[in-house]
Each structure stands twice: as structure tokens, then as C-alpha cells.
């Protein structure tokens, strides 16, 4: 084999090398990349059924239930148009508590509840995700646009 071939086939190997390290890269990328969604989008149907994604809002005041074995959980989170009971099994953060901010992750069940697999509480009283705030934000201007509608509607 010439110097000039033997040269081909290392270049060869060496792209080829680097495409399935880019390809192994991507895939695991792919497999740990979570999506945040809203309660009112999860129940638009546009949250992926079957495969985990984050959802963030309130914990519903009153909601909180807990179960006898003193590990498990319901509450229902909410961005004030629309509300996602979850399920979790786990101890919950210290600062988990109604009318909280929360994100949960997990994946949606076959009868719309909520099954997280991890809990996280804001952690102090000013921050909150901004998509989080931002669907609030648009959750709060959608009831009030409503509430004018049906205030003129009443004249």
C-alpha cells in the first residue's frame, strides 16, 4: 500500500471516528434534554405523552394531601387558568409549600395526573423561572381580559 493510501484510510478512520463520537454526543444530549411546560399547555394537549418533561407553576392552597405511608404526595399545581393534580413518591423540599412556586418533572399518566419523579421548591421569595413567571404573567392578563369581556357583556 502506497503512503498516499495508507494516508486516505487514517483520514477515513479519524472522520469516522469523529462522527460516531458526535453521533454517542447528540444521543445522550437528546435523551437528558427536558422541556418545561405550563399546566394550561399540558392541558392543551401540547406536553409529549410518554417521555419526561418539567411543568411549574403554584401549589394550589388546599391541595396538599398526604398519604399513610408519609412518603407520598398529591397536590394540584396551577397558573391560575388551569390546574395538573401530581402525584409524588419522596420526601419533598424544605421549602415545598401551598401557594409556592414548584417545578416537578415527570411524565403525564393516561388519566392527566402527573407523575413526578423529582420536586424542586423556589428558593427564595423573589425569584421564580422565567418561564414560569411569564406564563403567569399570561395566565393572570388572560382571566382579566375575560373578566372585562364578561363585565361589558353584563351592561
Not at 401540547?46 to 399513610?68: D, N, Q, T
Not at 414548584?102 to 421564580?128: C, S
Amino acid at each position: 500500500m502506497k503512503p498516499r493510501h495508507k494516508r486516505f484510510v487514517l483520514v477515513g478512520v479519524g472522520i469516522a471516528g469523529l462522527a460516531l463520537s458526535a453521533s454517542l454526543v447528540l444521543s445522550a444530549f437528546q435523551k437528558n434534554l427536558v422541556f418545561f411546560y405550563t399546566p394550561s399547555q399540558v392541558a392543551a394537549n401540547e406536553a409529549p405523552i410518554g417521555k419526561s418533561f418539567r411543568i411549574g407553576g403554584l401549589v394550589e392552597k388546599g391541595s396538599l394531601k398526604r398519604e399513610a405511608d408519609g412518603v407520598s404526595v398529591q397536590f394540584i399545581v396551577t397558573d391560575t387558568a388551569k390546574s395538573i393534580p401530581v402525584v409524588y413518591k419522596g420526601i419533598l423540599p424544605d421549602l415545598f409549600k401551598e401557594g409556592k412556586g414548584v417545578v416537578t418533572q415527570g411524565k403525564i399518566g393516561p388519566d392527566g395526573t402527573f407523575r413526578a419523579e423529582e420536586v424542586l421548591a423556589k428558593h427564595d421569595e423573589n425569584y421564580m423561572p422565567p418561564a414560569a413567571q411569564d406564563a403567569l404573567n399570561q395566565a393572570h392578563a388572560k382571566n382579566a381580559a375575560q373578566s372585562v369581556v364578561a363585565t361589558e357583556k353584563g351592561k
